[in-house]
């Protein structure tokens, strides 16, 4: 539920994903289903799987923004599965299987990425895939058939990431698996020649594209994408600046809320007994900390952190944060309640109850979201945040797996609501119209530092993406008729530089959520929040 329900609600946003989402109806309507094209110019950035599967669902339904998420959210809803089988299946876990798939349904990073027409999740599920597979062969012991086929998943698997997202999809499950057959080599017995069917397997999946991406681009391809969006992405600064080594702590904290406050208290117990050495950790919990633990020290290595980098990395948090909580379940009912298990209660209580409150602080910025929709979001939020404080409150922890999971459900949906899809048209849709009844001869259309992704989308035509001021303002300086959108802010420095006074045609205001920081909710002030954007032209 928390991954389908209105799905296609939202507008495709100016992130990332109007990249797939157009670069998808692009590759639909040009029949061209090798090379990506994004505003109709070839786009080699990532590979090609996200697009061949959006293309093929665009085929069935036309292009919307439901379709272009769609495989997002299977990928979701395929962890979840595998996160509860994996767990079901060891006798460690067995008795959290529910809880640890719950945790993955519910925790804000996937809920985040399942309803994003980004490859990120689907990559995150191929991942998950290669490692969960690995496993099993190791497991199969002197079977020699059950350890082929896994180890076949895993060349599937490992392929379709490659095809996905590049060598990101061999890399993070050869670090996560690694460690643990090191610890466990004498047992696992590995059958390399197995390994080298995977391999076979992987490469008979990925290979063929980018091999014929190379025969029709040649070795300029080559160094675009594995050159510069691989090794220049992972080793220098020329897609963001260079991030602290603690960066993925609070991104891991937020991706697992509102999980986080027991899995934090889980981990300090952990650490509390491996201080004290009581920890004797078994192969499953060597196998699920190698997991974790050793991809995001790669990535934390990388100078091109990006905080979606770490989803493959969260079904082994939700399996030990399941686990964390399940024994604490045990010991509560065994000894009347712990105070760890009541303190992350009341301090998951607040985070509910605090998510309620700063809603409603932010409702001068939520001009578009109507009074019903945030009255009801704020409302489940702060009725989650009371049912957890009754929990603590007449130590009912039975319960408790129950209510965090229905109060998460409420709270991801009620921010999703409110907040990131208040309803439509959205106002990029609205400046798509405006486009569309004034382009009535074939003009051309530039953006600057607004809706510069997600327009094209919706206008179906090609634009000039404007970098700065005086690009703008030669763009304005056509001797035919051109159309421009951009901020309204942005126009007076535009106008001055123009040769004749830009003419305003329409603007729409809007609140930017890729712009809200936490100053946008300690003082929500609509002149300074939320945005206008003109479309403007030269005659």
Not at 38 to 49: A, G, I, S
Not at 125 to 150: E, K, N, P, Q, Y
Not at 214 to 228: I, K
Not at 389 to 400: C, D, Q, T
Request: charged content about 15%.
């Amino acid at each position: 539920m928390t991954f389908g329900v209105g799905l296609g609600r939202q507008a495709i946003t100016e992130a990332d994903e109007a990249f797939y989402a157009e670069a998808s109806r692009e590759m639909v309507a040009s029949g061209d289903w090798i090379t990506p094209r994004f505003n109709f110019e070839d786009r080699w950035q990532k590979p090609v799987l996200y697009y061949w599967l959006t293309g093929a669902t665009f085929v069935l339904t036309g292009p919307g923004e439901g379709a272009a998420r769609l495989w997002s959210a299977l990928s979701g809803a395929g962890l979840v599965l595998l996160v509860w089988g994996v767990t079901a299946h060891r006798q460690s876990t067995r008795p959290h299987a529910w809880l640890a798939g719950a945790i993955t349904a519910t925790s804000f990073g996937y809920f985040t990425m399942a309803r994003s027409a980004l490859p990120d999740l689907p990559l995150a599920f191929c991942i998950t895939l290669t490692i969960v597979a690995a496993f099993a062969a190791f497991d199969a012991g002197g079977r020699a058939g059950t350890s082929l086929r896994w180890w076949v998943v895993a060349g599937i698997a490992t392929g379709l990431g490659c095809l996905m997202k590049g060598p990101v999809g061999i890399v993070v499950p050869a670090l996560a698996v690694a460690p643990a057959w090191w610890f466990e080599r004498r047992e696992a017995a590995v059958r390399w020649r197995h390994v080298a069917a995977a391999a076979a397997m992987a490469a008979a999946i990925a290979l063929p594209w980018y091999a014929a991406m190379v025969t029709r681009h040649g070795t300029a391809y080559v160094e675009s994408f594995v050159v510069g969006d691989n090794l220049e992405r992972f080793s220098t600064t020329r897609f963001n600046d260079k991030r602290p080594l603690w960066f993925y702590l609070p991104v891991i904290a937020g991706g697992l809320l509102p999980w986080s406050v027991f899995g934090v208290a889980a981990a300090a117990s952990g650490i509390n007994g491996l201080l004290r050495r009581r920890w004797h950790p078994s192969r499953d919990d060597i196998r699920l900390w190698s997991w974790a633990i050793v991809p995001t020290l790669f990535f934390a290595a990388s100078v091109g952190q990006q905080p979606r980098y770490v989803l493959p990395i969260l079904p082994p948090l939700a399996i030990l944060t399941a686990r964390a909580i399940g024994s604490r379940l045990v010991a509560a009912q065994r000894a009347g309640g712990t105070a760890l298990l009541r303190g992350a209660t009341w301090a998951t209580a607040a985070v509910f109850v605090g998510a309620a409150a700063l809603l409603y602080r932010l409702q001068p910025l939520l001009h578009d979201t109507s009074a019903a929709i945030l009255a009801t979001s704020a409302i489940g939020m702060a009725a989650g945040g009371a049912a957890l404080a009754i929990v603590a409150l007449r130590g009912a922890w039975p319960a408790l797996p129950m209510a965090v999971t229905a109060s998460a459900a409420a709270l991801l949906l009620g921010v999703q609501f409110s907040v990131f899809a208040p309803g439509r048209p959205a106002a990029v849709e609205r400046m798509a119209a405006f486009v569309a009844a004034h382009r009535t001869r074939g003009e051309a259309v530039g953006t600057y530092h607004a809706f510069t992704r997600n327009l094209v989308f919706y206008t179906r035509v090609k634009q000039a993406d404007l970098l700065d001021a005086a690009a703008a303002a030669q763009f304005l300086a056509s001797p035919d008729r051109v159309l421009l959108v951009l901020p309204e802010r942005d126009l007076p420095g535009v106008a001055a530089a123009a040769p004749t006074e830009p003419r305003l045609l329409a603007r729409v205001r809007h609140l930017n959520t890729a712009n809200l920081r936490l100053r946008s909710v300690l003082n929500p002030d609509p002149n300074v929040e939320l945005e206008t954007v003109v479309l403007v032209s030269n005659r």
